[in-house]
């Protein structure tokens, strides 16, 4: 039984982008063998709030990955953004969990200006294939872009 982070991804802790990073890094610090961290990946893709069926269309579908991606965003009340997440490949739906964990619901200048590097300091971008480490880029990617995009409409509404 592999032990899930101290907090779920629904959890109202505010916590910033960086102390994500660091919790999820110190989660994996004990974890010295990949066969224990895949599992642990897995295991957080079972956190993944339900998904919607009817949010798996090809307008939400990320290009570029290997296997089926499905990520929306919403706005929270207060102004950050809301993701929901889903993947048809375990490990995958892993790593999706581990983005919405680090990104989910933060403000659109957050996500724009966040260094992931909790991506390189777990070893993850290493132990991924080639076309699995492209669709790592194509998530965050298809992220940024959501963060971009609303922070513009915000612009576009303050003018």
Known sequence: ??????????????????????????????????????AYIIDLGNTLPEFPESDKTPEHLIEGCQSRVWITAGRNEDGSIHFEADSDALIVKGIVALLMRVLNNHK?????????????????KEHLSPTRSNGLVAMVKQIHNYALAFKMLDEKQDS
């Open 108 to 124: 659109p200048d957050e996500i724009l200006s966040a260094d992931l590097y909790f991506i390189d300091k777990i070893g993850l």
């Open 1 to 38: 039984m592999h032990l899930i982070g101290t907090r779920s991804l629904t959890d109202n802790i505010a916590m910033t982008i960086n102390e994500t990073q660091d919790e999820i890094i110190e989660e994996f610090d004990g974890l010295t063998d990949w066969m224990d961290r895949y």
